[in-house]
């Protein structure tokens, strides 16, 4: 990712969204800006007004049309729209083939698909919902089209994207640019025999981030349910046809997951999240040769398993959860 040519969600004027998470889980450690070191261009605007001279859109660039910052600011370059996002997955189909049936007729539908949720955390989750929403309304209202049926859900951020691009006819070699496949990926050669209509544009990356801030490579298919993650993610226009018409979908398509946190942690880090919150009572035993209070955790959280268990690997840290997110 080039960090640079991201745009963040703002909470507030002087904090964003991503530094709401508890503890600073929400945020990679080798990134140090915040609301009030970041130039206002690389901030998404808070309202839709604002982002009608923020954002522009090609209105003639065919059925799939992206989103781009207006020139006036980013300096008169012109730069796709690609927004970082943080949260808790909730479903995820992030395989190069995605949810494709295999079929030729379903090459056009076939999508790789990301939800992600707040859960406990609606703080720092709602003004990237709030932020998306916005993003959404001034592009159709832009292109002075009609939006697709359900476009929007308040409960939780969609990302998708589109496994295949159709080839041309006109171009000399027709599978150029495209994925080539593994045998793993594609076992029963199926995308292979349709390279020649339909060729897989391109992967998701993902990465993890360790406690200092530096990403390693991951295979996309690592990231599961329930893991934290940070997600780059381009704004594109897309009309197709419907029952009720034409239609535009402005979808949200991720390029690279960064897992922040895995989802054993996190369901642990949520729990301890809320008792010390909430002032809740958690048992625990005073190392005398470490001076640190070790927390004894329900291992039934982790287990199916009804006992209460000392586990020095999980908590180590005086009365406080900071050290466990670390």
Not at 74 to 84: A, F, K, M, N, T
Not at 296 to 314: E, F, G, N, Y
Request: glycine share 8%.
């Amino acid at each position: 990712m080039n960090d640079v040519h991201l745009r963040r969600i703002a909470a507030s004027p002087t904090v964003l969204a991503r530094d709401l998470w508890p503890e600073s889980i929400g945020r990679i450690a080798s990134d140090t800006d915040d609301a009030t070191t970041l130039p206002a261009r690389r901030v998404v605007p808070g309202t839709v007004d604002e982002l009608m001279g923020w954002l522009c859109v090609d209105s003639g660039s065919g059925n799939t049309t992206p989103v781009w910052v207006h020139p006036d600011v980013s300096e008169g370059r012109r730069l796709q729209l690609v927004l970082r996002l943080q949260g808790i997955v909730g479903t995820i189909s992030l395989g190069p083939l995605g949810d494709w049936n295999g079929q030729a007729e379903g090459a056009p539908k076939a999508m790789q698909t990301m939800t992600l949720i707040g859960t406990h955390f609606a703080d720092a989750f709602a003004p990237q919902v709030r932020a998306l929403e916005n993003i959404r309304d001034t592009v159709l209202h832009l292109l002075g089209r009609r939006g697709v049926e359900g476009g929007g859900d308040t409960g939780r951020i969609i990302l998708k994207r589109r496994v295949f691009v159709k080839v041309s006819s006109a171009t000399g070699d027709r599978a150029a640019g495209g994925v080539v496949l593994s045998e793993a990926e594609d076992p029963a050669r199926r995308a292979r025999r349709l390279q020649h209509m339909w060729r897989v544009e391109r992967r998701v990356a993902a990465s993890e981030a360790d406690a200092a801030g530096v990403l390693t490579r991951l295979d996309p298919l690592k990231i599961k349910r329930g893991d934290l993650v940070d997600v780059a993610v381009a704004v594109q226009a897309v009309t197709m046809r419907t029952r009720a018409g034409r239609r535009t979908e402005v979808m949200f398509c991720p390029l690279h997951v960064v897992r922040l946190q895995t989802a054993a942690r996190m369901k642990v880090g949520m729990l301890l999240y809320t008792w010390l919150h909430n002032g809740a009572y958690v048992p625990s035993i005073r190392c005398s040769s470490t001076n640190c209070t070790v927390l004894a955790i329900p291992m039934s959280i982790l287990t199916k398993r009804r006992s209460w268990r000392l586990d020095l690997r999980m908590v180590r840290t005086r009365c406080s959860i900071e050290s466990f997110w670390c």
